[in-house]
């Protein structure tokens, strides 16, 4: 099958879900009313609760859900071959992920824009919670920490990345002076931001900036404490000063970047210079983990990833203006991140065969395609992850006439903006989180911010000055967030149990699927992590796997206890839509 062909088959079968599958979920199964009052409304605040229009929390909520995982995982899985990992990606992000995160996100519209881990104890039961709140704390902890490596890793690898991404931080700002102080025009002036942007692509392309190592620390640990120090500011500040303009204009930047490739696809297939080189499926690579279950756990976002509910539930339930919006926010934002996991794919197994330089020969077709993914150790590295889609990318652009140079340093941005927007936006949800379990002693917001930075610092350096500490717990990340997705589901399952006759299954049928490709990552995990003597991994493991088990338990004896007529918030509005 051409890269043309696939191109066009998912992107029309996107948008042909959105309209059959999404609607059917919006209208009939969670029964959307804008006459239901929503937490931005309520509670607005103009710091955390604003009400906002919906293209502009689209863009908010895409670039918190998006960051690099819908890259980084679609670069590596494709080892096992472009078939495995294309119907995932397709398949999943249709009936697991978007409904996962619209789902999310509308219970936590409906329980006052609450996290997550909050609502469980409304619809499981109050132990549930805690067990819950461990796993979406270890998963943000290593987000945070992760995140800071991962751009200071990009920016080292790409210093043409940095003033581009840097200067959008004044852009984004101003463009919100100007919209929510002076009442601007949002499309007319965002528009005159991206093009401002890429102007500064174009200057960091000729003016890359290399950090050195300070004070006996590496150049990567001095990124992360500046990354982290700006995490901190990004996350205390209301969302319309920093966050929301610059992840609008993000959202600008990723139609740019997808309208490129897209026409990068078409101008080469049509040139007859673009070709799938990498096999359809090859179940067996040197080194690499069994394809069942590691596919589904390496590519998360793009297909279905825990961490969108948390995004769902901890900040863009409190910014959603009305519940029609959600249906867009939530479900739609999802499958547009398939696409661009679709574009990664069509990246990494067909641009890449149009030349890869390395050790100063230019290799092209086949032989491209197997020096990158020759082995798992070849593949997996965050850099080879990363460029392996820069380089495909590149190479498409470059059948537009672009610069490779420019090419390179468009895409570097790209995953270096979205990863910033990950970094500050999980900080953000972190905050909710300790706030509304401890609230108490976490009530100041810079308080209980300062706690998620200091955490993550602590975990970035418990390996020494090279800031690479982060590393360690890695490799439980991948179940970890899958886990997560599963038991988000469960409780969207128990959520609909109480309102529409079989609706639940929407929910139900994803939960099992990913309830049980966790379980088995995580026992693989288990016995790789014992043969390895890695003490530290076993123990948290165990305790992903206990709070796994726990949480499954409780929630299916909830599940089987709830009828339509028990749950005491039961929604009996019908749809506006």
Same mark, same amino acid.
């Given at each position: 099958m051409g890269?043309?062909?696939?191109?066009?088959l998912?992107?029309?079968g996107y948008?042909?879900?959105?309209q059959?599958y999404?609607k059917?979920?919006g209208n009939k199964?969670?029964?959307?009313?804008?006459?239901?009052k929503?937490p931005?409304?309520?509670?607005?605040?103009?710091v955390?609760f604003?009400?906002?229009k919906?293209?502009v929390?689209?863009?908010?909520?895409?670039?918190s859900?998006?960051?690099?995982?819908?890259i980084?995982?679609?670069?590596i899985?494709?080892?096992?071959?472009?078939?495995p990992?294309?119907?995932?990606?397709?398949?999943?992000?249709?009936?697991?992920?978007?409904a996962?995160d619209?789902g999310?996100?509308?219970?936590?519209?409906?329980?006052e824009?609450k996290?997550?881990?909050e609502y469980?104890?409304?619809y499981?039961n109050n132990?549930?919670?805690?067990?819950f709140f461990?796993? !979406?704390?270890?998963?943000?902890?290593i987000?945070?920490?992760i995140?800071?490596?991962?751009?200071?890793?990009?920016?080292n690898m790409?210093?043409?990345s940095v003033i581009?991404?840097?200067?959008?931080?004044?852009?984004?700002?101003?463009?919100g002076?100007?919209v929510?102080k002076k009442g601007?025009?949002l499309?007319?002036w965002?528009?005159?931001?991206v093009v401002?942007?890429?102007l500064t692509?174009?200057?960091g392309a000729y003016?890359? !900036?290399?950090m050195p190592?300070?004070?006996?620390?590496?150049s990567?640990?001095?990124?992360?404490?500046i990354?982290?120090?700006?995490?901190?500011?990004a996350s205390?500040l209301?969302v319309t000063?920093l966050?929301?303009?610059r992840?609008y204009i993000?959202?600008h930047q990723l139609? !740019?970047?997808?309208?490129l490739?897209v026409?990068?696809?078409?101008?080469a297939?049509?040139?007859?210079n673009?070709h799938? !080189?990498a096999?359809?499926v090859?179940?067996n690579?040197a080194?690499?983990p069994?394809?069942?279950p590691?596919l589904?756990?390496?590519?998360a976002?793009g297909a279905?990833?825990?961490?969108? /509910?948390l995004?769902?539930?901890g900040t863009? /339930?409190?910014?959603v203006r009305?519940?029609?919006d959600?249906?867009?926010v939530?479900y739609?934002a999802?499958?547009?991140?398939?696409?661009?996991a679709?574009?990664?794919?069509?990246a990494t197994t067909?641009?890449?065969?149009?030349g890869?330089?390395?050790?100063g020969?230019t290799l092209?077709?086949?032989?491209a395609?197997?020096h990158h993914y @020759?082995?798992?150790?070849a593949a997996k590295g965050?850099?080879s992850k990363v460029?392996?889609?820069?380089v495909g990318s590149a190479?498409l652009?470059?059948a537009?006439g672009?610069p490779?140079?420019?090419?390179?340093t468009?895409?570097?941005?790209?995953v270096a903006?979205?990863?910033g927007?990950?970094?500050?936006?999980?900080t953000r949800?972190q905050?909710?989180?300790?706030?509304e379990?401890f609230?108490?002693?976490f009530?100041?917001k810079?308080?209980s911010?300062?706690?998620?930075?200091?955490v993550?610092?602590?975990l970035i350096?418990s390996?020494?000055?090279t800031?690479?500490?982060a590393?360690?717990?890695?490799p439980?990340f991948?179940a970890?967030?899958?886990?997560l997705?599963?038991l988000?589901l469960?409780?969207?399952?128990i959520?609909?149990?109480?309102r529409v006759k079989?609706?639940?299954?929407i929910?139900?049928?994803?939960a099992?699927?990913m309830?049980?490709?966790?379980?088995w @990552?995580?026992v693989?995990n288990?016995i790789?992590f014992?043969a390895?003597?890695?003490?530290?991994l076993?123990?948290i493991?165990i305790?992903?796997?206990?709070?796994?088990?726990?949480v499954?338990?409780e929630g299916?004896?909830?599940?089987?206890k709830t009828s339509?007529t028990s749950?005491?918030d039961?929604?009996?509005?019908?749809s506006?839509?």
């Amino acid at each position: 099958m051409g890269a043309l062909l696939i191109m066009v088959l998912a992107f029309v079968g996107y948008i042909v879900m959105y309209q059959l599958y999404g609607k059917f979920i919006g209208n009939k199964i969670f029964a959307l009313n804008d006459n239901n009052k929503v937490p931005s409304v309520e509670f607005e605040d103009d710091v955390d609760f604003v009400p906002t229009k919906k293209e502009v929390i689209f863009g908010h909520h895409f670039a918190s859900i998006a960051g690099t995982g819908p890259i980084v995982g679609p670069a590596i899985a494709v080892i096992w071959g472009w078939a495995p990992a294309l119907i995932w990606v397709f398949v999943g992000s249709i009936v697991m992920g978007a409904a996962h995160d619209f789902g999310s996100l509308i219970i936590s519209m409906r329980n006052e824009g609450k996290s997550i881990s909050e609502y469980t104890s409304k619809y499981i039961n109050n132990r549930t919670k805690y067990f819950f709140f461990f796993i !979406v704390f270890l998963e943000l902890w290593i987000i945070v920490a992760i995140f800071g490596l991962v751009i200071a890793v990009i920016f080292n690898m790409y210093p043409v990345s940095v003033i581009p991404v840097w200067l959008e931080i004044p852009i984004a700002m101003y463009l919100g002076h100007l919209v929510y102080k002076k009442g601007a025009n949002l499309l007319q002036w965002s528009i005159i931001a991206v093009v401002i942007m890429y102007l500064t692509v174009i200057l960091g392309a000729y003016l890359p !900036v290399s950090m050195p190592s300070l004070f006996g620390l590496s150049s990567i640990a001095v990124w992360s404490i500046i990354l982290l120090i700006y995490a901190f500011i990004a996350s205390v500040l209301p969302v319309t000063k920093l966050l929301q303009p610059r992840d609008y204009i993000n959202s600008h930047q990723l139609l !740019v970047a997808m309208a490129l490739l897209v026409l990068g696809v078409l101008f080469a297939s049509f040139s007859g210079n673009l070709h799938i !080189v990498a096999p359809a499926v090859q179940m067996n690579p040197a080194g690499t983990p069994p394809l069942w279950p590691f596919l589904f756990i390496t590519i998360a976002c793009g297909a279905i990833s825990g961490f969108h /509910a948390l995004v769902s539930s901890g900040t863009s /339930a409190k910014q959603v203006r009305k519940e029609s919006d959600s249906l867009f926010v939530g479900y739609g934002a999802m499958l547009l991140e398939g696409s661009l996991a679709t574009l990664v794919i069509i990246a990494t197994t067909a641009g890449i065969g149009m030349g890869l330089t390395t050790g100063g020969e230019t290799l092209l077709g086949t032989a491209a395609w197997t020096h990158h993914y @020759a082995s798992w150790a070849a593949a997996k590295g965050l850099g080879s992850k990363v460029g392996a889609f820069v380089v495909g990318s590149a190479n498409l652009l470059g059948a537009l006439g672009i610069p490779k140079a420019i090419g390179i340093t468009v895409m570097g941005v790209f995953v270096a903006s979205f990863a910033g927007t990950t970094l500050d936006t999980a900080t953000r949800v972190q905050r909710y989180l300790i706030t509304e379990t401890f609230p108490k002693t976490f009530k100041n917001k810079y308080i209980s911010t300062g706690f998620v930075v200091l955490v993550a610092l602590a975990l970035i350096f418990s390996s020494g000055a090279t800031g690479k500490g982060a590393l360690a717990l890695w490799p439980l990340f991948g179940a970890t967030n899958q886990t997560l997705a599963a038991l988000a589901l469960i409780v969207v399952t128990i959520y609909l149990k109480g309102r529409v006759k079989w609706g639940w299954l929407i929910s139900a049928v994803p939960a099992v699927f990913m309830l049980v490709v966790s379980f088995w @990552a995580a026992v693989q995990n288990q016995i790789q992590f014992g043969a390895n003597n890695n003490i530290l991994l076993v123990i948290i493991n165990i305790i992903i796997i206990i709070s796994m088990l726990w949480v499954a338990f409780e929630g299916f004896m909830k599940f089987i206890k709830t009828s339509i007529t028990s749950n005491p918030d039961l929604q009996k509005s019908t749809s506006s839509l």
